[in-house]
């Protein structure tokens, strides 16, 4: 039965972890729903649990505690992320939630994770999802499922847009230079004057320390390799930073990414060696116009991109049909 539009919407977003990016969500659905937010609190995947199978006695804890949030809060529709929980959703105690109530199924990582958790959502009976990787829209798609790319992080609360003339810092990469060969690839930006590294393992910062240093860097650095699959083939993964940076009114400057390419229009500079990026880095620190008229360029293309968009066209959207 359809509900009076003028209804507010009571949707239930539940993690299986504690997670830091519950505000941000809780920011961007303040304008189209009431949100209620529920962590099933579940332990880290070890191996120890997985062997004595400790995870089905979490498995059903949490689904009682989901039910009787669901009835606490009479929640309309469920908004999930279980991806890195996948044996916890497995179990039967899941098996066709999705039908008695809408489920919206929240994925980050489903360009290395795709087929995993498309057996997890058919076995909850999730036919909708969200996901931070724009080649997992289509892919999903392919399926005969309604997805949209969403991205969490970039609620207009936090994220910003600040004027370039008013950023201290000329260029910077966050995040863990461990991963792929960025440390080799992060070599001939480190001889730039002006250029950083900052965030990551190793210098651990609060997202609302990470957002004020974007804010304040006129170009971001992202690497995009990811990992060799099992044909050898490098895969080349999105990363939430290219969007964080435009949200904070910075220009990113990305290694080669098709996903990238396809979210934002071919805008975003792109580069397949160090020496190609540093070359281009220069380019826009050298020349303020150019400097400024991609960054507004990809404010416009990127607006579409905000997490409260995102979630109107998946909740709204779907109350309007």
């Known amino acids: ?86 044996p916890y959703f497995e179990t039967d105690f899941f098996r066709d939630l999705g039908k008695n109530i809408r489920i919206v199924g929240m994925l980050w990582d489903d360009s290395t994770f795709h087929e995993r958790n498309y057996r997890i959502a058919n076995h909850i009976g ?8 724009p080649i997992s829209v289509l892919r999903l798609r392919e399926k005969g499922c309604s997805a949209t790319f969403m991205q969490v992080y970039g609620a207009r609360a936090t994220y910003d847009v600040t004027d370039l003339s008013s950023k201290h810092n000329l260029a910077a990469f966050f995040g863990d230079i461990r991963k792929a060969d960025r440390q080799s690839m992060l070599k001939p930006f480190q001889k730039i004057d002006g ?33 060799v699959d099992e044909n050898q083939r490098t895969v080349y993964q999105y990363k939430a930073r290219i969007l964080e940076s435009i949200f904070c009114g910075s220009l990113p400057l990305t290694e080669y990414c098709p996903a990238t390419e ?46 409260d968009q995102s979630l109107r066209r998946v909740f709204l959207t779907h109350r309007d049909m």
Request: charged letters at 25%.
């Open 1 to 86: 039965m359809l509900r009076d539009k003028k209804t507010v919407s009571k949707i239930l977003v539940v993690t299986p972890f504690n997670s830091q990016w519950i505000q941000e969500l809780n920011y961007s659905f303040k304008e189209i729903a009431e949100p209620s937010f529920l962590s099933l609190d579940l332990p880290p995947l070890t191996q120890e649990i997985l062997r004595e199978e400790n995870f089905v006695s979490c498995a059903s804890v949490a689904y009682e505690r989901l039910l009787l949030e669901l009835a606490k809060t009479g929640a309309h529709e469920i908004y999930i992320s279980y991806e890195f929980a996948w």
């Open 126 to 133: 999730i036919e909708t999802f969200t996901t931070g990787c």
């Open 195 to 227: 250029f950083a590294i900052f965030g990551g393992l190793s210098d651990p910062m609060s997202l609302q320390d990470m957002i004020a240093k974007i804010k304040d860097t006129k170009i971001i650095v992202n690497f995009s390799k990811s990992f």
């Open 262 to 307: 396809i979210l934002l229009d071919g805008v975003v500079p792109q580069f397949r060696e160090s020496e190609e990026g540093v070359e281009k880095l220069n380019f826009f620190a050298n020349n303020d116009r150019e400097l400024q008229k991609t960054v507004e360029k990809l404010l416009l293309i990127a607006d579409k991109y905000r997490p």
